[in-house]
């Protein structure tokens, strides 16, 4: 990878914690923020999102649908408005390496500011101090493809932590892991080639440290919001200029337990529809129906030369906000695959030629051909192969003769 893409990543993660460091908010604490919408996009989406390829954003998603063939480069921030003052950002970058796949880094600040303490005493909650509160989750992404692409997988190991009070004891760290793919089903017939099925199974780890000590803190009461999700998408060009993307997701969700200690599901189901006019103006509505948590979302989209900017709404995202607004800005850099070296394979052909390997030989020959149709060179080792081939042919034909003779 180039220096100038290293120094990119950094800069961009250097802006978003600089920015979340200036603020002071109030709210959200423990590991429910992991919850929360990620971008403007997928949130005008209703998050059903699962099944879409090529958005840096899903790496929070859908790990494997991150990587592109045709983006080599993608840089994207969100800022959310919660309610009333609260806050929250998150950044994400991803690189192409030829022959290994695409690397992404991710991160994301929730920062309420300012909480009151409590504490158990008595089987009652009593107040305590004061505490400035800091959640954030920091994750790294790879993704490749395989099958000519019609598959698609991904991970990210991600490191998430929660503060709940003043002390070191009080803060919730969590080591999580995201797995994912994408199917296209187009390697089954072209007819297809434009419904993709995903899988994302999303918070599968374990909270670090102990129950012992610390202000309210229990690995019990703050169980990790693990998902699975199913989702299809389908994009379907109407012209040149008009496209609509269909996009719907299956969601389990467990992050509440019961009186007994087990995990209590919740389930939803989320669809989207997206009008794109000339690949440059979006725009997208979305419904999440969940247990309690249904909702109306929309947004809208701008792409132009690689620069990316997206508003979302939501309507009834969670128990505590009634009302979300969200936007992205981004910059993508197509991929340029470097050239192939002509001269290069013409002379493995030639070596292949020497050792009397023909058919490897042909093989090298026919690419430089396919990529240079006047290359005299490779033209007439081709030709000397197809009459070594008639020579073989005629020697074996008289060799059977011989023995039929015998």
């Known amino acids: 990878m180039k220096k100038s893409s290293i120094k990119r990543i950094i800069i961009l993660f250097m802006i978003t914690l600089t920015c979340l460091i200036a603020q002071n908010t109030s709210g959200l604490n423990s590991l429910a923020f992991l919850k929360l919408p990620k971008s403007a996009n997928a949130a ?24 592109s063939a045709k983006i080599g480069q993608d840089y ?34 929730l920062v309420p500011g300012e909480q009151q303490g409590t504490k158990l005493e008595g089987g009652e909650l009593v107040e305590t101090s004061t505490f400035q509160n800091v959640n954030f989750e920091i994750t790294a992404n790879y993704s490749r493809s395989f099958l000519r692409d019609r598959l698609l997988a991904g991970a990210n190991i991600k490191t998430a932590v929660a503060n709940l009070g003043n002390k070191t004891t009080d803060r919730l760290p969590a080591l999580v892991m995201d797995f994912g793919g994408i199917f296209n089903f187009g390697l089954i017939t072209p007819f297809l080639h434009s419904l993709n099925l995903g ?9 670090l440290g102990d129950d012992a000590g610390g202000t309210n803190k229990s690995n019990k009461d703050y169980p990790l919001p693990t998902k699975i999700h199913g989702g299809l998408s389908y ?8 496209e609509l993307l269909f996009c719907g997701d299956a969601e389990t969700l467990f992050a509440g337990k019961d009186t007994a200690g087990n995990y209590l599901p919740e389930f939803k189901f989320l669809t989207a529809v997206r009008y794109t006019f000339n690949k440059m ?17 929309a947004g809208i989209g701008f792409s132009w030369k690689g620069l990316n900017v997206n508003y979302g709404f939501a309507y009834r995202e969670m128990d505590q906000y009634n009302i979300i ?6 910059y993508s850099i197509k991929h340029k695959k470097k050239p192939i070296n002509v001269d290069a394979l013409y002379f493995a052909g030639q070596k292949a030629f020497a050792k009397k390997e ?16 006047d290359y005299k060179d ?18 074996k034909m008289f060799e059977q003769a011989m023995q039929e003779i015998e």
Request: glycine share 10%; charged share 25%.
């Open 325 to 330: 607004n969200s936007i992205d800005i981004g």
């Open 44 to 67: 005008s989406l209703a998050e059903a999102v699962t099944g879409i390829r090529g958005d840096v954003f899903s790496l929070f998603y859908n790990p494997a649908g991150v990587f």
């Open 199 to 207: 899988v994302s199974v999303n918070n599968v780890g374990f909270q």
């Open 378 to 395: 490779a033209k007439a080792r081709l030709d000397e192969i197809k009459k070594i081939r008639q020579k073989q042919k005629r020697l």
């Open 235 to 242: 994009l379907w060009w109407i012209n040149s200029q008009h």
């Open 281 to 297: 103006l979006s725009a997208s509505v979305g419904y999440k129906i969940g247990e309690g948590k249904s909702g109306f979302k």
């Open 358 to 373: 023909y058919e490897k030989a042909e093989e090298l020959y026919n690419q430089v051909v396919k990529l240079k149709p």
């Open 76 to 109: 994207m921030l969100n800022y959310t408005r919660l309610h009333g003052q609260m806050n929250y950002f998150t950044g994400a970058a991803k690189v192409k390496f030829e022959r290994i796949g695409d690397l992404g880094v991710g991160a994301r600040f």
